[in-house]
């Protein structure tokens, strides 16, 4: 008689990593209360919103309501299933890339986002982690010819480039630059070879610097961060708005619901430019405890991704820390000055549903990475610094 393979065990889940659950979950409750903090004025002055001061702490609520128990369900769902998802998601980032530009709602000149289903949907955040999942599965399985530039190197750079390309066309030239520094941690991480990865430093430097010389508005966004008060009333005035915010918060802040520029002084209070809003209402000690909260999330990520026995896991945990810092870092760096403007959100304390859902779900790969560690088969040793 002709013997049967022994059927595959289903592996079982370890312990949620309940100190992220918990930092995630005070990081969203404190976003609420900011939110509503920070956008209630100006909604109850504005028309788009049919003068509604609860508009967008309720859209808030809805949002996190069904994404913090989405980020939950999917910590169950072995991490290893994704990698069957890795081309159905590369496709469907770059068929909704083009479908921005065809479709979508065109604001300041720019088209990045899209209505589907009466819901409004930032397809590069979308494609931020379909681009990282591709990326982790192929640099996994051809670990072994990443050092070469033809095999391993090359096929990665072209999908970084026509995602970051679809991105620029929009234009959106931050979103395309944090993607373009993902895709080279990735690298970095997925084990290429040291002197082509400092040769490619150099050119992404210079195609930086030329993308932002071809386009006048690009140049006056990056130098006015340098003196906003040469244009206060045009590109310097968010972040001088931002300033005076920082400036009255002192150690301890004005007090919560007492910000002076959220009063339709500051534009974008509500999302781009939250993290000013909370130093000027709880200080220099707010916005530091912030700081820490997320300090905290990339640390756990960090030691998820060192510690995972499975390289195509570690890579992606690495992945979803480096996108998440990344977030933290411009956001925050706007607010201080210490980044030129862009539009990104502070994540899960901004408003905004496609960065909350999308973040909350990236937690939930996170976690699950974390439960299923112990389980991992395979004969690939933890990443410990580079695969």
């Known amino acids: 008689m002709e013997r049967r393979a022994p059927a595959k065990k289903k592996r079982k889940a370890g312990h949620i990593d309940y100190p992220i659950v918990l930092m995630i979950g005070l990081l969203c409750a404190f976003g609420l209360v900011m939110v509503f903090s920070a956008s209630y004025y100006y909604a109850q002055n504005t028309a788009s919103v049919g003068y509604d001061g609860y508009y967008y702490i309720r859209k808030q609520a809805i949002y996190l309501a069904v994404g913090f128990p ?3 369900l999917i910590s169950f769902v072995d991490f290893k299933k994704l990698e069957r998802f890795k081309l159905i998601g590369i496709l469907v980032s770059i068929v909704l890339l083009i479908a921005v530009l065809a479709f979508g709602q065109e604001t300041n000149g720019a ?12 397809p590069s955040e979308i494609a931020k982690f379909g681009m990282m999942l591709y990326m982790c599965s192929f640099m996994a399985k051809k670990h072994a010819v990443m050092q070469s530039f033809a095999k391993g190197m090359l096929p990665m750079l072209l999908v970084i480039g026509v995602i970051c390309g679809l991105v620029m066309l929009q234009p959106n030239m931050s979103m395309a630059v944090i993607m373009g520094l ?6 970095f991480i997925g084990g290429c070879d040291t002197k082509q990865m400092l040769l490619l430093l150099l050119v992404f430097i210079g195609l930086f610097a030329l993308l932002a010389v071809i386009e006048p508005y690009r140049m006056a966004r990056l130098t006015s961060f340098v003196d906003p008060w040469k244009d206060a009333l045009g590109d310097g ?4 708005q931002s300033y005076y915010a920082l400036g009255s918060g002192g150690l301890f802040g004005v007090g919560l619901n ?11 209070g509500e999302s781009d430019f939250i993290f000013a809003i909370v130093c000027e209402e709880l200080g220099l000690v707010g916005g530091v405890l912030v700081i820490a909260a997320y300090g905290f999330i990339i640390y756990r990520g960090i030691r998820i991704a060192l510690q995972c026995r499975d390289r195509f896991g570690s890579m992606l945990a690495g992945g979803i820390t480096v996108v998440f810092g990344l977030q933290v870092f411009v956001n925050i760096g706007v607010c201080t000055g210490l980044l030129p403007t862009t539009g990104q959100a502070l994540p899960f304390i901004s408003a905004g549903g496609s960065s909350m859902m999308i973040f909350l779900a990236a937690m939930g790969v996170l976690l699950s990475i974390s439960r299923y560690n112990s389980l991992t088969q395979g004969t690939a040793a933890p990443v410990k610094g580079r695969a």
């Open 237 to 240: 005035y968010q972040l001088i």
């Open 182 to 187: 993902m895709g080279y941690a990735l690298l």
């Open 111 to 122: 088209r990045r986002w899209i209505v589907i289903g009466g819901q409004s949907i930032q």
């Open 70 to 72: 989405m980020m939950l």
């Open 258 to 268: 007492n910000s002076k520029q959220k009063l339709l002084y500051m534009t974008y």
